[in-house]
């Protein structure tokens, strides 16, 4: 398959207030856009996402580092996931956690069949690969552009038309609180994470005066949003792949 001029928004939920996901799923209804949701926990706002197929299609996030919530084993982590998701075929770790036991276990003992945990920041030119393991596949999506990642660089991007526009298969990868906040940078959300200690708690009135007024991954997200309010943008529509088994040779 060809997969040049395929894009896809993707976001990852990570244990953020409902209203914040609310308010960024708002946006993309108001638009028609699609994208694909990579949820951590149960909430309200989740369940309200899933009045939408036709535009929001939910993946699994799963936290295989030390602490997680999710479970201490890998196996017991993909449960957790799979219960948050019945039958989710779209996967991103948190953290970008993987190897190649962790890879054979989601294969052996979920429905993911599309993996979006390598990350290649600005690349020119990406397309999705086959990752076979006992006559199994998972076709694993390279990631272009993650707004935590861009507040690192010397000079964040915030316009998004030349990525998107660049051959090959273009996925962008938004975090709901960043969009919320319009984050340029890590420090509205570090003076959040100070007033609340537990993210998810947080109530709108404790983030209004963090908003940032200026160009930032709101901005950002919002760009690309209408530029893919043209039928594109989730993983599923972008990247079927081919049936996860190999057939039987007869």
């Not at 894009?7 to 209804?29: G, N, Q, S």
């Not at 962790?102 to 052996?108: D, F, I, K, S």
């Not at 975090?175 to 994470?193: A, C, G, M, Q």
Request: proline share 7%; charged share 25%; glycine share 6%.
């Amino acid at each position: 398959m060809n997969h040049l001029s395929c894009a896809a928004i993707t976001l990852d939920i990570d244990w953020t207030p409902d209203f914040v996901i609310d308010a960024v799923a708002e946006r993309l209804l108001a638009l028609g856009t699609r994208a694909t949701w990579f949820v951590t926990h149960a909430s309200a706002a989740v369940d309200r996402l899933r009045r939408h197929p036709g535009l929001f299609e939910l993946g699994i996030h799963p936290n295989f580092l030390p602490n997680s919530t999710h479970g201490s084993t890998v196996d017991d982590v993909l449960e957790t996931c799979r219960a948050l998701v019945p039958g989710a075929t779209s996967m991103r770790t948190h953290g970008l956690v993987q190897s190649t036991p962790l890879l054979e276990r989601v294969m052996a003992i979920t429905a993911v069949t599309t993996d979006v945990s390598i990350f290649l920041p600005h690349a020119t030119s990406t397309e999705p690969v086959e990752y076979w393991w006992q006559d199994r596949m998972l076709l694993r999506v390279p990631f272009l552009w993650e707004d935590d990642f861009e507040f690192e660089r010397p000079s964040p991007t915030w316009e998004l038309g030349p990525l998107l526009d660049a051959p090959g298969a273009r996925v962008f990868n938004f975090h709901p609180i960043h969009v919320y906040l319009n984050s340029p940078d890590l420090r509205r959300y570090r003076t959040l994470k100070e007033r609340c200690a537990e993210l998810g708690r947080a109530e709108p009135d404790q983030v209004a005066d963090l908003i940032h007024r200026g160009r930032g991954t709101g901005t950002a997200f919002a760009d690309l949003a209408r530029r893919l309010a043209d039928g594109r943008g989730t993983l599923a529509s972008e990247f079927r792949s081919r049936p996860a088994r190999r057939e039987a040779e007869a």
